[in-house]
């Protein structure tokens, strides 16, 4: 098993910039494809991105698609989304999730990922 924790939300105004980092615990970070995701109030959990276990495939979803990068360090056992250009309308509560693999593969459904962190809050307001 892996134990997520988010760190890296707050308050920014629009057009500014966040970091948010997840860090997992327990071994074999390495076989863990890893996910994005994002919650506003009263909305259904969105797909934002995802990378595959090598850090070699990366995956975004069309609303952040040109502001948001991720990217992980498995020597850390950290993945973290860089979210520029920020908007209103990104103010959420944001959860990365793990997958165990061995493929190469991207996951993009927040049903292929059984591991997830309690989440960080992001809001975007002036």
């Known amino acids: 098993q892996v134990q997520l924790i988010e760190s890296g939300g707050g308050l920014v105004q629009p057009g500014g910039s966040l970091r948010l980092s997840c860090t997992a615990s327990g071994r074999s970070f390495t076989n863990y494809a890893m996910g994005w995701f994002r919650q506003a109030p009263g909305k259904e959990r969105e797909f934002v991105a995802a990378?595959?276990?090598?850090?070699?495939?990366?995956f975004y979803g069309d609303s952040v698609k040109g502001r948001f990068t991720t990217s992980r360090d498995n020597s850390k056992n950290t993945v973290v989304l860089q979210m520029n250009s920020l908007k209103p309308e990104d103010t959420a509560l944001y959860y990365c999730?793990?997958?165990?693999?061995?493929?190469?593969?991207?996951?993009?459904?927040?049903?292929?990922?059984?591991?997830w962190g309690q989440g960080t809050q992001v809001t975007v307001s002036s």
């Open positions: 990378v595959n276990r090598t850090g070699t495939n990366t």
């Open positions: 999730a793990a997958k165990y693999t061995t493929s190469g593969t991207v996951y993009l459904a927040d049903s292929s990922y059984p591991y």
